[in-house]
């Protein structure tokens, strides 16, 4: 994967965007600058700090825990046949609205059989779980907004798109465009639609519909093999314009196989955008190869 690459403090594999000096991601620079701002902080209050005994000293401000990762590779067998949980070792964190920092970076791995397809970016704002899978807040809450469109919850995931947008590019990548990815009957989900709206109501960023169905195809949902996935999507939905050198941010719900935003990104990249890069409110607890929280 030559547009990734592998932090060596927090071992994660991530978009080669978010790399800064030394080889090191933004995060753990970020980090790292900080402790040095406290470290000189400290140099100049003098010798004040020696003369703190262990059991007075006040930890309220001390650094907080580095937030647990994983790094993965895919196994000979394909997580969506089985019901063993164990290769998947994320924490276990129902991303409440309060820490929009938590976040997921899945790089789908593209079957055989689809030469003309390039990898993608795709970064989740929480880890979607089934009833199965043992459903939390987080999921809850996504169902309720994102396939039922209570657009209510609104409120709940906009500190993570905002969080996002502010972050995760930070400077380094500049979305020009936003769309959604179209459902299997063709329209739009009312609940991205209004993500897409407020970021551009916020942002320097145009919601347009770029994507569309060229011929409906069944539900994801209705296959539970890698590969059917990538096929029910493959040739489904095509460009509503040409595009000039664009990065677009492209929207979905939820991702399981990567199978969607994959294609969507590369129908959009066919069509002129410089790049396209996937943002789902949910990567679900099957995915293969989730990389870590970023």
């Not at 809450?141 to 502010?166: G, R, T």
């Not at 590019?169 to 936003?178: E, N, T």
């Amino acid at each position: 994967m030559r547009n990734t690459f592998r932090c060596p403090d927090c071992n994660r594999h991530l978009p080669i965007f978010m790399q800064a000096t030394e080889r090191k991601c933004r995060d753990c620079s970020e980090v790292l600058q900080q402790n040095s701002k406290k470290r000189r902080g400290n140099s100049l209050d003098g010798g004040s700090a020696s003369s703190t005994s262990p059991e007075s000293e006040d930890t309220s401000n001390a650094d907080p825990p580095v937030i647990s990762v994983r790094d993965s590779s895919d196994s000979d067998s394909d997580p969506e046949e089985t019901n063993d949980d164990s290769s998947y070792n994320l924490p276990s964190v129902d991303y409440p609205a309060e820490n929009p920092p938590v976040q997921i970076y899945y790089q789908p791995t593209i079957p055989e059989g689809f030469p003309g397809l390039t990898p993608c970016h795709i970064f989740g704002l929480g880890e979607y779980r089934s009833k199965r899978k043992g459903r939390n807040e987080f999921s809850s809450k996504l169902i309720d907004f994102a396939k039922e469109d209570d657009l209510s919850k609104f409120e709940y995931f906009a500190p993570h798109v905002d969080w996002f947008i502010e972050n995760r590019f930070d400077g380094d990548i500049s979305p020009d465009l936003v769309t959604v990815y179209p459902g299997h009957h063709g329209g739009y989900s009312d609940a991205l639609v209004k993500v897409c709206k407020e970021l551009e109501s916020n942002y320097d960023i145009v919601y347009r519909e770029l994507l569309s169905r060229a011929e409906h195809r069944p539900q994801q949902k209705n296959y539970n093999k890698n590969k059917e996935r990538w096929e029910n999507q493959d040739g489904s939905i095509s460009t509503t314009r040409s595009l000039s050198g664009e990065t677009v941010l492209l929207l979905d719900d939820v991702t399981t196989s990567g199978a969607s935003v994959t294609v969507g990104k590369n129908e959009l990249e066919d069509a002129g955008a410089n790049q396209a890069i996937g943002l789902c409110l949910g990567i679900s607890k099957r995915s293969r190869s989730i990389y870590g929280t970023v």
